[in-house]
């Protein structure tokens, strides 16, 4: 008789330091590919952020250049009130303008046709008719570019137009000017500056800045950037010859 021997399958699979091997790799692959998403992430959010504060910045700009051009109508002047036009210690400018909207709205009160702010308007009819242009700090955070309407209701009030804003230059001439632009504001006008209460041309600056994110040569390292948008506006009713 002959004795039969029992062959077992050939068992197979991964030794202890192969598994702490592939372990590893994968940890740091995972690791690698988190920190690169990581990255994006910041480089996406810091995009939007951007895109936000111009899109802010880029709509308060066209509110103040049309209001701005009708400064002055109805009036013997150009609407702009010198001592409230004036730039503050930290280099940003405020401007106040005037005009008489209500002149030829037959549907206005006669108190409001023939002034501005006049007591015998009624609420909110002289709304616009004056009304400031000036940055507000907050404290630890911001600079918010703020709207006031003298008239708009009883005392006054006060809309932010921009809640990201890092500059604000007003600059006026007595007629249309070339220039440059140089970091956060023009240079090299083609013509002196005037007081405000001389200027014809006016020329608004507004500046978004974003500080720079990371180190230099380290990963996602993004460094600062200025953004100037700027408009000119012509002061169409100042009555003065030259633009």
């Known amino acids: 008789m002959r004795d039969e021997l029992s062959l077992k399958p050939c068992e197979s699979g991964f030794s202890l330091l192969e598994l ?5 790799i994968t940890v740091t692959i995972t690791a690698l590919a988190g920190n690169l998403l990581a990255e994006s992430m910041k480089i996406r959010t810091r995009a939007n952020d951007k895109v936000d504060a111009l899109a802010d910045a880029q709509r308060a700009l066209n509110i103040m250049s049309r209001e701005i051009a009708d400064a002055g109508f109805n009036l013997s002047d150009n609407g ?8 503050d210690a930290n280099g940003n400018s405020t401007i ?4 008489n909207l209500n002149k030829f709205n037959l549907s206005a009160s006669t108190a409001a046709q023939n002034g501005i702010g006049d007591p015998g308007a009624l609420p909110g009819e002289d709304a616009g008719e ?3 242009y000036f940055i507000y700090l907050v404290p630890g955070t911001t600079n918010l570019l703020a709207r006031y309407d003298a008239n708009n209701v009883a005392g006054g009030s006060s809309t932010v137009l921009a809640n990201r804003l890092d500059s604000l230059h007003i600059h006026y001439f007595a007629q249309s000017v070339t220039y440059n632009t140089t970091g956060c504001d023009i240079s090299g006008a083609s013509a002196a500056e005037v007081g405000p209460a001389a200027a014809t041309y006016v020329v608004i600056a507004v500046c978004v800045a974003q500080d720079a994110v990371g180190a230099p040569g380290s990963p996602g390292y993004q460094p600062a950037t200025n953004v100037l948008l700027v408009s000119d506006v012509a002061l169409r009713n100042s009555n003065l010859p030259i633009y």
């Open 130 to 132: 004056d009304v400031k």
């Open 20 to 24: 702490i091997i592939a372990m590893a």
């Open 96 to 99: 106040r303008i005037r005009s």
């Open 80 to 87: 702009i009130v010198a001592a409230d036009s004036v730039t």
